[in-house]
Every structure is written in C-alpha cells, then in structure tokens.
C-alpha cells in the first residue's frame, strides 16, 4: 500500500517571499506523483505531475517539483508567492488504479 | 468548455432521506471517481469506474452507490445518509492510459453536504 505525508498543515509566508511545501510518500515499487491546487469554493486543478525522466518538473503559475527517490520526497517550491497563491495545496501518488492524498497544506500568504 | 459538473453545490438533508449527487463530463473520459474531503484527511475516494457498467470500490466506499449507464455520468447515491456522511464531494475524471494510472485528475467544483 502506498501512503502520502504532508508535513506541514498550514504554511504561512510573506508576499514575495520563497515558499517549500513539503511532502513525502511510501512505496515499495515505483509511483507517479501529482501536486495539486485548489482555490476556495473550487476543485482541484493539477500544478504539476512526475511520471519519468527528469526529477525537477516544472508546472503551472511559476512552481517546481524535485522528486528526490532516496528520501522518497516531491516538495513543492516557488521562489517568490503572490497573493493570489493562497490556496491548499495536496500531493498524489498513483499507482495502477490507485490514487493516494496527502492531507493538504495550507499556504496563507500574507501582504 | 472542457468541464466536470457536479450539482447540487450544497446541500442540507436529514438523516434518512435519500438522495443523489450528479456528475457529468464533456470530454469522452472512461474513466471517473468520487472522492469525499474533509479536514486534515485530505481526499479519499469513495468509488470509481473505468468505463460504463464498470464501477470499483474506493476507500471508503461504505454508505454509498453508484452507477455507470453512460458514459458522461456518474451519479453518487446516499439511500440513507447519515451525520458522519457530512462532508465536501468531488467528482472527478480523466482519459484511461493502458498501462498505468497516471492521466490527471479533471475535478468538479465539489458538493457540499451537511446532514442533520
């Protein structure tokens, strides 16, 4: 079985400031890892996704993922947040059929 | 526009009293999934369904049905909701890759539930 570790519930951070969500997953065999976003009073939308190849994906709204295999870990960072970043935050794993949360991270970004 | 429509977006029953939350695609996917979130568990998913008259359990699936008779739908059903079903619902879908899971997830704008 496959599980996802947010670590963080709730991330508050300064406008302009950088900004690491972090997130952790556990499985024996190997996994595609999502991030994704949603906005208040709406769905979630996909940011970014690593299926293969280069470990530092780049996605929507100037983020970036690493996906590091040794420390089983896909934080999510963004050099400089805006405002409008304000939103939780939920990395995914999938594997076959199964698609496994985290618990959210909550990032507040204040003016 | 590409979308997932759920209705209705809220929600107020009383125990007992069955109802149906709906779910429609406009972008031919086979594959669709219900999903419950609630505060500091994330999202877990209740059923899916890989194409038409094919629907799996999820995580969390007791309390609730579904059914697949076309393609485009999914509905869920709560024959006799409960308090503890009090929760925030998306239905979501993708296209279904042959040798994994690993097409995104389109969301709806979710439902929220409340049963008293």
């Known amino acids: 079985a496959q599980s996802v570790t947010q670590l963080d519930s709730q991330v508050p951070v300064f406008e302009e400031a950088p900004v690491e969500l972090r997130c952790n997953y556990s499985?024996?065999?190997?996994?595609?890892l999502f991030w994704y976003v949603q906005y208040p009073n709406q769905g979630l939308q996909l940011l970014l996704k690593?299926?293969?190849?280069?470990?530092l994906v780049k996605g929507i709204n100037g983020f970036e993922a690493e996906f590091n295999k040794s420390q089983t870990s896909f934080h999510l960072r963004k050099p400089s947040v805006h405002i409008s970043d304000t939103a939780e935050y939920f990395c995914?794993?999938?594997?076959?059929?199964?698609?496994?949360f985290g618990s959210g991270t909550r990032l507040q970004v204040q003016p | 526009e590409a979308q997932v429509t759920q209705n209705p977006r809220y929600l107020i029953t009383v125990t007992g009293k069955k109802l149906t939350v709906t779910c429609s695609q406009n972008?031919?996917?086979?594959?669709m999934s219900w999903y419950r979130q609630d505060p500091g568990l994330g999202l877990r998913q209740i059923y899916y369904?890989?194409?038409?008259?094919?629907?799996d359990k999820g995580d969390v699936p007791e309390g609730y049905k579904v059914s697949r008779k076309e393609k485009r739908n999914f509905p869920l059903i709560l024959e006799s909701p409960s308090p503890n079903q009090t929760s925030l619902y998306f239905c979501?879908?993708?296209?279904?890759?042959?040798?994994?899971?690993?097409?995104?997830?389109?969301f709806g704008n979710g439902t929220r539930l409340t049963v008293t």
């Open positions: 979501a879908s993708s296209p279904l890759r042959v040798r994994s899971y690993n097409s995104p997830l389109h």
């Open positions: 499985s024996s065999v190997s996994v595609y």
């Open positions: 690593y299926l293969s190849g280069s470990t």
């Open positions: 995914a794993v999938s594997r076959r059929r199964a698609l496994t």
């Open positions: 972008m031919n996917h086979e594959y």
């Open positions: 369904s890989m194409n038409v008259e094919v629907t």
